[in-house]
């Protein structure tokens, strides 16, 4: 069983940074592909970037490319979003989630079923 944390998510100037962590408090967490999602009042969630179970192949969309990098810790049952040169646009409810789908591009998990879903950090740009 997959139970995940969210932390890290609070209010910066735009420019800034944060990192959001993602614990797992269940035992199978390395059997998963993890993934960091944001929602906007009246929008879908969007996939921000996800990394294979491997903690090698990483995938982001376009707005996080350059700025945002997405890491695991399979040994803390952690997955991890540094989100650097913040910009207003940013601000959304994020959301770490777990998939058993096998992929290794943007458009794969785009498509795939996420099973386990955190609560939700918000995260806040004004400038």
């Known amino acids: 069983q997959v139970q995940l944390v969210e932390s890290g998510g609070g209010a910066v100037q735009a420019g800034g940074s944060l990192r959001l962590s993602c614990v797992d408090s269940?035992?199978?967490?390395?059997?998963?592909?993890m993934a960091w999602f944001r929602q906007t009042p009246g929008n879908v969630r969007d996939i921000v970037a996800a990394?294979?179970?491997?903690?090698?192949?990483?995938v982001y969309a376009d707005s996080a490319k350059g700025r945002f990098t997405i890491s695991r810790d399979n040994a803390k049952s952690t997955v991890y979003l540094q989100m650097n040169s913040l910009k207003p646009e940013d601000t959304a409810v994020y959301y770490c989630?777990?998939?058993?789908?096998?992929?290794?591009?943007?458009?794969?998990?785009?498509?795939?079923?996420?099973?386990?879903w955190g609560q939700g950090t918000q995260v806040t740009v004004s400038g």
């Open positions: 989630a777990a998939t058993a789908f096998y992929c290794v591009n943007y458009d794969c998990y785009k498509g795939a079923r996420f099973d386990y």
């Open positions: 269940g035992q199978t967490f390395i059997h998963y592909a």
């Open positions: 990394i294979h179970r491997d903690g090698v192949r990483t």
